[in-house]
């Protein structure tokens, strides 16, 4: 009986925790916030510090947490970007540039 009760809170969960990003919204959100730094194919300016998201190949996770936070000289988007946004960009370089 406690799994039957139990179960549906675990579904709303995983409803709530799922990344549901939308890679094709996201690629508005990547060539207006992330183009300049990454370029248009996500190779990166490694000579300015840039990574090259093709090769490093992020998690959607650690894009998002990135993405939302920053880190060194990548700027935070937690500000600017709603949760939306972030998950469809993270979706976007996924799709594009980690598993194309
Ligand atoms: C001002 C330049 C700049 C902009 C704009 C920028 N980034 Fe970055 N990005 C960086 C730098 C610099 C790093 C390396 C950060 C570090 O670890 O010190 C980085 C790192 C990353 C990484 C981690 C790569 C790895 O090594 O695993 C991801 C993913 C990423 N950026 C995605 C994005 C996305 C998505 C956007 C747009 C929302 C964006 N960046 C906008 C400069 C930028």
Known sequence: MRVL???PAFLV????DMPAGDATAGEQIYTDNCETCHM???T???ANGYPDLTAE???TDETIDLVTNGEGDMPEFGSTLSEQD???V???VDATFVNP
């Not at 969960?13 to 709530?16: E, I, S």
């Open 5 to 7: 009760v139990l179960l």
């Open 44 to 46: 990166g300016d490694s």
């Open 40 to 42: 248009v194919d996500g």
């Open 90 to 92: 993270a979706a976007y």
């Open 13 to 16: 969960a995983c409803a709530t």
């Open 57 to 59: 190949k992020p998690s």
């Open 86 to 88: 972030i998950m469809d």
